[in-house]
């Protein structure tokens, strides 16, 4: 039996209007083996939570390049801790002040990649974080 593919909900919360960064990574992530949910573009934090419950994500990674992180990532994190999803990784990839990074990490972040991150080095995180199979049947 084979295992089973990570799966990556990919989402833009807030208002940005950009979203090439994380089609970018999206498609990185599908090259690499994983299967990935992009939710698309003004994403609240709760369609967010309520997404990654539905389809079952090992991992949450969020696109963010508006400034405002430091309220929509903890906000997420927690919707995700209340639906009972404490085993879910997530991520941060963006325009992030390297003096947020220690919040957002006490928060509840792995790991926060900034503009020019190798597409590797996100796959090798999420590798280490969630294991080669996901989270498997854990919420079942």
Sequence with gaps: MS??????????PG?????RGAKV?????????????YTGLRQTPEMIAEAALQEDVDVVGLSILSGAHMELVP???Q?????GMDDVT???GGIIPDDDIPALKAA???????????????????HSAVG?????????
């Design 3 to 12: 295992e089973r593919k990570i799966r990556v909900l990919v989402a833009k």
């Design 15 to 19: 208002l940005d209007g950009h979203d």
């Design 25 to 37: 990574i999206a498609r990185a992530l599908r090259d690499a083996g994983m299967e990935v949910i």
């Design 75 to 77: 906000r997420v994190i």
């Design 79 to 83: 919707l995700l801790r209340e639906n």
């Design 90 to 92: 997530v991520i941060v």
């Design 108 to 126: 509840g972040v792995t790991e926060v990649f900034g503009p020019g991150a190798l597409t590797s080095d996100i796959v090798e995180v999420i």
């Design 132 to 140: 080669n199979g996901g989270h498997g049947n854990s919420r079942a």
